[in-house]
């Protein structure tokens, strides 16, 4: 931990000016070494000083040297930032000097860990800096802020203090239990606090998912036999929204075909049609991997043909996705209808002609309608926004549900308290107010550089 | 003269401590002032209480004396919490404030190898920073070890109102010397302040306007071989009282009299038993404030007024008492008083209980900050044990927090340290579940065997239950209740007529209507062990989850605690540690990861700052 650390802190060759970042007990010093100007030990904190990057006696880059001295500062150590104005290579060449003189490239996050484990920010917080450098939209920008100005801190703070004081109750009643001064908590009355707590989780839950959908955007799979059109649905959606990004290999997603932005959401369109090259999705639906991209994606457009019976397959698959969000987009209707509307059991019915463009805002409107799109644009966030949290919070209410069995068995208040406890610890884990060894290299090793 | 062990101060924590080193086998010199006082009851006539009865329980078990002591002397026993769970269950006995003490002394005197002495210890004698004896008045002692238990005898001041007296409790002759010494010696000296309510003379109590409190009508024991020495027929009676608006208006007229409020006294109270002046300034809202009133003894007439104590002058005491519906013509016998006292900071101990800086100078009870007769009997055995352990070259006893609340109690003190006298709570204990009542001899006995406190006897009688526990366990896992053996009885109680299936009683025993009294008695289960095999048993089954989550949290705390921390390591090369976290580390200097964590001012992330500086620097052998 007692390196001095350094790293580019801007994008690399985006702007006119680059930044380096230099944070650690020997950054003053270091930087001084290549610094030609003011003598930088001798100046006063946060202060900015004008001057040349030199190489023995060869100027590099002319350059703006912030100084601020511990403590005050993002990692609560001495931080130099030198604002470099010579583009890529010159700045790459004032990196070199600053590792030759016994700087440490940073490892990703390595800022932020060090922020945090300074005590400079919490948990949340740290990880919220991470969101934001990678935020892609500026709602995703402003669910990051959120995050780092500790909204998200004080309402787990608060849930966590009003579990905290029923327990408070439970044990003064258990250590002082002949006294008839103080309120005698018995599960009747716990039972109705417990469920406000629970329902103040759901409800973080269920916000946490529209968090989800800004961060990650919405995973959208399209399904359908072969020559239904699910292809030239695709590349009418992203042809009419310009594709962002095509043919992106993910890790967990099979394929990502393209993104497009709804109402300031990314949708991350993935054709199904690419992993079946010859046979019919329908009849490979027992195949793992079809099956698990429809299962982890937000939402399921079934593409069917107007002019043809629907498959009892088709049916099957409908049936089978009754508990996901699905769009049935009956496609071809400039065709002759064959196709029975009547047996599809599924609210969500569309129609349209992919080489009419005025179909797809049908189509999109209903996805705005299916994830409420319209709110969250102008709701405010206090969103939980990695998955991490969401499993945290999830487990919390699992605790919670386990306090509630044992009120319904007649468990003794003392016992419920145990539950109450992890409750309280999963919440804590979620602003680092327990210490988990695994959890900070996990948290940390999702950061870009430079933070 | 030479001892293997010299005990100073014949309090709870002293006895325990000269019987264990004394019962091991050392040969042991018990100091007091004055022999009378051996094991005397300065503050309230009670052994037990919540938290403080699993102590005595934990004692007991380890091979100390004040659970059966209290056994043979108490005049009412209960068992707090009966309505709860098994965890926090409890028990409080009314001990006789001069039997108690007469039991104690002579089983002192019956003990092999212990040998009494009255006189006043002026000075410790250390050479190279180890102890090796003590000087009386008018002689010097050797010894190898050296247990101060000296109580609120440091420089000890009596107060009522604004005057004060310089002696100890029942105007003992104060130590004057003694904390000077251990402040020349390098030690942390803290000022203290505990207090204690009115004496009333029990015939001039009008008892009929006062409601009851009898003791519980089952026999309970602080013993684990449940040894019964008193008629449950035969208890005294406690009563309560109130305190009512002209109480309080009393109090609040004088309030600048009280020696607290009145700026008489320097040092700090326990939050846990606060003067009656303090709850009514804190508690302004309460209308009354309970009393609970408790005999001393059956062979005088003190009645002590527990929740009535304050460090009021004479007089406004008389007009507070006197204010309390059926104490109207009360007569007081002994005044209220607070008293202040010199203890050391148990930050400078070490977990074993030796001081860190003293070699073979240990220190238990009072003198380490607690406040409590059970606080420091249990404080007092380990002190004993570890002595003993240290001069055989052993490694000391250290209780985990999951195994002892004597082991909570000492982790808290040596971790965190007071500020005020430390009182055991339950909720100071996160694994209260597996530190029952009932369980104490299952978790301590063997340690007092090891130690040399148990005989071999007793402890076969332990690994007999255990080994039937486990033979009960096995059985109920195989016996079935079937539609064929179930009784009508039971199906009445099950509310279920139509019961068809066939399962075990283990998983039988999980339903909430159903005990094991009643398989017995219902000829399903045969009964064939003792009954506490049986509740043993019984709670196993019917907590088992509980059980089971504190025991994953105990695991994360052992993986923890098995994480050293090097003796002679240096936190100031750790650079990036918060200045509190650092100063805190640097002066407790725990032992291990999990001790860490606990100290207060060491949050998680300078936990995970020394996590990763032990990983880089010890790396390869201590993870």
């Known amino acids: 931990m007692e390196d001095t650390i350094c790293a580019v802190s801007t994008a690399m060759g985006v702007g006119a000016i680059s930044i380096i970042r230099v944070s650690g007990n020997d950054s003053i010093k270091i930087v001084n070494k290549i610094f030609n100007g003011i003598d930088l030990q001798t100046v006063d904190t946060h202060t900015i000083h004008y001057g040349f990057i030199v190489d023995n006696n060869s100027k590099i880059d002319e350059v703006l040297v912030t100084v601020m001295k511990a403590p005050r500062t993002y990692t609560k150590e001495d931080i130099i930032e030198i604002n470099c104005h010579g583009g890529i290579s010159s700045t790459n060449k004032v990196l070199e000097l600053l590792l030759l003189n016994g700087c440490r490239l940073a490892e990703p996050g390595e800022f932020t860990k060090r922020a945090f484990l300074n005590g400079r920010i919490d948990l949340i917080e740290a990880e919220s800096v991470g969101d934001l450098i990678n935020s892609e939209t500026d709602k995703k920008r402003k669910l990051s802020l959120n995050g780092v100005t500790g909204n998200i801190s004080k309402l787990i703070n608060k849930i966590r203090e009003t579990l905290l004081s029923i ?59 072969p020559n239904v059109g699910k292809s030239s649905l695709l590349n009418t959606l992203l042809g009419n929204d310009k594709a962002i990004v095509t043919n992106i290999a993910g890790t967990t997603r099979d394929i990502v075909e393209g993104k497009i932005i709804l109402n300031g959401i990314v949708l991350n369109l993935i054709d199904t049609a690419g992993i079946r090259d010859t046979e019919d999705i329908i009849e490979k ?167 | 003269m030479f001892y293997d062990v010299i005990v100073v101060g014949g309090g709870h924590a002293g006895c325990e401590a000269a019987h264990a080193t004394a019962t091991i086998g050392l040969k042991t010199a018990l100091i007091t002032a004055n022999i009378k006082n051996i094991a005397d009851m300065p503050c309230n006539p009670s052994i037990g209480g919540t938290a403080k009865g699993i102590i005595v329980r934990d004692i007991d078990a380890l091979g100390g004396l004040m659970g059966i002591v209290a056994d043979k002397s108490h005049i009412q026993i209960k068992m707090l919490n009966n309505g709860k769970g098994p965890a926090v269950r409890s028990l409080r006995a009314q001990a006789d404030k001069i039997t108690y003490p007469k039991i104690m002394l002579e089983t002192l005197k019956n003990t092999k190898n212990l040998t009494i002495i009255e006189g006043m210890v002026e000075d410790i004698i250390v050479e190279n920073n180890k102890v090796v004896g003590i000087k009386l008045e008018e002689k010097i002692i050797n010894c190898s070890a050296l247990i101060l238990t000296t109580g609120t005898y440091l420089k000890s001041k009596i107060l009522i109102g604004n005057t004060n007296k310089l002696e100890g409790p029942h105007g003992e002759k104060r130590s004057n010397h003694l904390s000077d010494r251990l402040k020349e010696l390098g030690f942390d000296i803290l000022r203290l302040k505990t207090g204690t309510p009115q004496r009333i003379d029990r015939n001039s109590i009008d008892f009929s306007k006062l409601k009851e409190e009898t003791g519980d009508d089952v026999y309970w024991t602080f013993n684990c071989e449940n040894e019964i020495y008193y008629d449950k027929d035969k208890q005294a009676k406690c009563y ?66 527990q929740g009535f104590s304050t460090s009021m002058p004479i007089d406004v005491q ?28 148990p930050l400078q101990l070490k977990p074993s209980l030796e001081t860190k800086i003293i070699e073979n100078l240990f220190t238990a009870g009072q003198i380490n900050g607690t406040s409590g007769y059970e606080e420091a009997a249990g404080q007092g055995i380990i002190a004993g044990i570890n002595a003993a352990k240290k001069l055989k070259g052993k490694e000391p006893l250290i209780l985990k927090r999951n195994e002892s609340y004597i082991g909570v109690l000492i982790d808290d003190l040596v971790t965190k340290g007071t500020k005020e006298p430390y009182r055991m709570l339950t909720s100071r204990a996160e694994f209260r579940l597996l530190l029952r009542h009932d369980n104490a001899d299952l978790r301590l006995r063997k340690y007092g065997y090891e130690a040399g406190l148990i005989t071999k006897e007793k402890y076969n009688k332990l690994l007999e239950k255990e080994n039937n526990i486990n033979k009960l366990l096995d059985e109920l896992k195989e016996l079935k209740i079937t539609k064929n053996n179930i009784t009508k009885n039971i199906l009445n109680i099950i509310k279920d007529n139509n019961f068809n299936t066939s399962i075990n009683l283990y998983d039988f025993l999980k339903r909430p209507e159903i005990n094991i009294n009643l398989l017995i008695d219902e000829n399903i289960l045969e009964k064939k062990y003792t009954k506490e095999v049986y509740d043993q048993v019984e709670i196993l089954i019917k907590y088992e989850g509980y059980i089971k989550k504190e025991l994953k949290e105990v695991e994360k705390l052992l993986k923890l605690e098995s994480k050293k921390i090097p003796k002679d390591i240096d936190y100031d090369k750790i650079i990036n540690l918060a200045s509190e976290a650092k100063q805190k580390l640097k002066e407790i200097r725990p032992l291990t990861l999990a001790q860490a964590a606990r100290i207060s001012g060491v949050n998680p992330a300078d936990l995970s700052i020394l996590a990763i500086y032990l990983k880089k620097e010890y790396g390869k052998d201590e993870h």
């Open chain 1, 167 to 225: 327990n408070a109750n439970i044990e003064v009643n258990i250590d002082y239990p002949e006294y008839e001064d103080i309120e005698v908590l018995t599960n009747k009355e716990i039972k109705p606090k417990i469920l406000k707590v629970k329902e103040d989780l759901e409800k973080l839950l269920k916000e946490s998912q529209n968090g989800k959908i800004i961060k990650n955007g919405i995973d959208v799979a399209i399904v359908g036999k």
């Open chain 1, 285 to 451: 639906i027992g195949v793992d991997k079809s099956k698990k991209i429809i299962e982890q994606a937000d939402l399921v457009i079934l593409v069917l043909n107007y002019n043809e019976k629907i498959t009892k397959k088709e049916l099957d698959l409908i049936n089978e996705l009754k508990n996901k969000n699905l769009i049935v987009y009956i496609n071809k209707t400039d065709l002759e209808k064959q196709i029975d509307v009547d047996k599809i059991d599924c609210k969500n019915i569309v129609y349209g002609n992919t080489l009419n463009v005025e179909n797809l805002e049908e189509l999109k409107n209903k996805i705005v309608e299916i994830f409420n799109l319209e709110q969250i644009e102008t709701s405010d966030f206090t969103y939980l926004s990695n998955s991490r949290q969401i499993s945290l919070v999830k487990n919390a209410k699992k605790s919670l549900d386990n306090v509630l069995l044992g009120i319904e068995n007649g468990i003794e208040v003392d016992m419920l308290s145990i539950d109450i406890k992890e409750c309280i610890d999963y919440l804590g884990e979620i602003i680092g107010a327990s210490y988990k060894e695994e959890l900070l290299d996990e948290i940390f090793k999702n950061f870009c550089l430079g933070k």
């Open chain 2, 240 to 305: 309560l009282v109130y305190t009512n608006e002209k109480t309080h208006k009393i109090i609040n007229d004088n309030l600048e009299k009280s020696a607290m409020y009145g700026g008489y006294a320097e040092g700090i109270g326990p939050r846990y038993c606060p003067s009656i002046e303090d709850k009514i300034v804190r508690f302004k809202d309460k209308e009354r404030h309970q009393l609970f009133l408790e005999p001393e003894s059956l062979y005088y007439d003190d009645i002590y007024i």
């Open chain 2, 318 to 345: 008389e007009k507070m008492v006197h204010s309390l519906e059926g104490l109207e013509n009360a007569k007081i016998l002994k005044y209220a008083y607070a008293i202040e006292y010199d203890a050391i900071n």
